[in-house]
Nanobody, 117 residues
């Protein structure tokens, strides 16, 4: 079992920045992908960014150049630095970890990000 705890969400004005953090605890396989998804009301959940344990990253096209994902393998943590935020970035952001060998995955409880003036 793995537990994920997110922090860092909140209310920010358009153009502002937020940094999300997610700490994982439990039985973490070293070969994993940690990522951030988001879900806005009435919309499907979408992958925002992910980072493999070897460092490879992928981003949703609409956040490229604005968001940066990073991880600290010594702390089993993943971060999402979000700059130049837009109202359309408003959503619940969920931390996710997927294990490559077992193909199991775990979710955090989510943190609300609201971009509004």
């Amino acid at each position: 079992q793995v537990q994920l705890v997110e922090s860092g969400g909140g209310l920010v004005q358009p153009g502002g920045s937020l940094r999300l953090s997610c700490a994982a605890s439990g039985n973490m396989d070293r070969w994993n992908i940690m990522g951030w998804y988001r879900q806005a009301p009435g919309k499907q959940r979408e992958l925002v960014a992910e980072v493999w344990s070897v460092g490879t990253t992928n981003y949703l096209d609409s956040v490229k150049g604005r968001f940066t994902i990073s991880r600290d393998n010594t702390r089993n943590a993943v971060y999402l630095q979000m700059n130049s935020l837009k109202p359309e970035d408003t959503a619940v952001y969920l931390c996710n970890v997927r294990f490559i060998v077992s193909r199991s995955q775990y979710w955090g409880q989510g943190t609300q990000v609201t971009v509004s003036s």
